[in-house]
């Protein structure tokens, strides 16, 4: 079955700390990850995502495809970093619809 | 930059009510979605359309109808609202082509609450 598991419903940690926001997959197929966030009072948007090989507001995300994982890590938090996370999977023929994590709450303390 | 509106930020129903929700977004998108957003449920997909008056069912589709009679357009109706509809309504649309394939654009929600 397709999914995608965030495991932390809540993450804190302090300003400056390294962040890691977990997200594992389970697809039979070559996915393409996504990591949407949602600032309080915004709407969602996306963060990056794994083809884009980006680097946004200091995030990266590593597809490892022997583990199914797709980790969002930052090395130093910073308090605008609060926020809701979700990972999502795309995956094709699936008509472009997108398989969503529950979310994981960030609080950055400062 | 893509936008999508969302018709209202917040809705209070009655219970039975018909109530509308309207998205619209202007980027030519040719698929457009609904989705609820629950704490600890994240996003469940209610509806999505990849065509004009085309529409798929999504996980939760019982209660909700939609319609998409224009491209720019797609409406979620709840044809008899009730107490557990009360959710976060997020509209999104994507395209099928381009360097961002699949990326999703969101409107602001709409929170629902029935009564």
């Known amino acids: 079955a397709q999914r995608v598991t965030q495991p932390e419903k809540l993450l804190s940690v302090f300003k400056g700390a390294p962040v890691e926001l977990k997200c594992n997959y389970s697809?039979?197929?070559?996915?393409?990850l996504f990591w949407y966030v949602q600032y309080s009072r915004q709407r969602l948007q996306l963060l990056l995502r794994?083809?884009?090989?980006?680097s946004i507001k200091g995030f990266t995300a590593d597809l490892n495809k022997g583990e199914t994982s797709f980790h969002l890590k930052k090395p130093f938090a910073q308090e605008e970093d609060s926020a809701m996370y979700y990972c999502?999977?795309?995956?094709?023929?699936?008509?472009?619809?997108?398989?969503w994590g529950a979310g994981t709450k960030l609080i950055i303390k400062p | 930059d893509v936008k999508v509106t969302q018709s209202s930020r917040y809705l209070v129903k009655r219970t039975g009510e018909k109530v509308f929700l309207e998205c619209v977004q202007d980027m030519d998108h040719e698929n457009m979605f609904w989705y609820r957003q629950d704490p600890g449920l994240g996003l469940r997909l209610i509806y999505f359309?990849?065509?004009?008056?085309?529409?798929e069912k999504g996980d939760i589709p019982e209660g909700y109808s939609v319609s998409r009679e224009k491209k720019e357009r797609f409406s979620l109706i709840l044809e008899s609202a009730s107490t557990n509809q009360t959710s976060m309504y997020l509209c999104?649309?994507?395209?099928?082509?381009?360097?961002?394939?699949?990326?999703?654009?969101f409107g602001p929600g709409t929170r629902l609450t029935v009564l």
């Open positions: 999104a649309s994507s395209s099928p082509t381009g360097v961002l394939t699949d990326t999703q654009y």
């Open positions: 999502a999977l795309s995956g094709r023929g699936s008509n472009y619809q997108l398989i």
């Open positions: 697809y039979s197929g070559s996915p393409e």
């Open positions: 794994h083809i884009s090989r980006e």
């Open positions: 359309s990849y065509d004009v008056k085309m529409k």
